[in-house]
């Protein structure tokens, strides 16, 4: 299959496409944003997605596919929700002003990171492990008013 085009507002894209496995790809550009576009039509599914403060110099996809990491000139990885199309919390810092590029482990428990100047980064993702850090951190259940302050609309389902 011969592909041709190109994918609409992506002149500063810097970042090899990476496909999504949704039917869509995403790239990185030297402004330092990600987008999401639909190779079928060449337009953008999402809007430019803040992701570092230099460029972006390399993007991995989750084994499930829902996560996309970017990774910047800034020494930092950003998150990003492939089914909602937008950022995860904040940027993880790894290594000020070094190069940085995101990868996942196979089974999708770890996100690593690797910099241009030689260190390596580890965070376990796995939701079990957020929530224990969670509990752990507040050492307490969040109230029902806090619950419905902060997941209004969820049922009450205290987590520690």
């Known amino acids: 299959m011969r592909i041709r085009g190109y994918l609409l507002d992506s002149e500063t894209t ?14 990185g550009s030297r402004e330092g944003w990600v987008r999401m576009w639909s190779p ?24 499930d596919g829902h996560t996309l990491a970017s990774g910047g000139t800034d020494g930092a990885v950003r998150l990003f929700d492939v089914d909602t199309r937008q950022p995860l919390a904040a940027r993880l810092p790894v290594a000020p002003d070094s ?19 030689g260190h390596g980064y580890r965070w376990d993702i796995r939701p079990s492990s957020w929530l224990r850090r969670a509990c752990a951190i507040a050492r307490r259940n969040l109230t029902r008013s806090e619950w419905s302050d902060a997941l209004p609309g969820r049922d009450y389902a205290p987590a520690c």
Do not use: C, M, Q, W
């Open 40 to 63: 079928a039509t060449s337009r953008p599914v999402s809007p430019r997605l803040d992701a570092h403060d230099g460029a972006v110099v390399a993007l991995a996809i989750s084994p």
């Open 99 to 117: 190069p940085t590029s995101p990868v996942f482990s196979r089974d999708g428990s770890y996100l690593l990171a690797t910099t241009a100047s």
């Open 14 to 27: 810097v970042t090899a496409p990476v496909f999504l496995g949704n039917g869509v790809v995403a790239a």
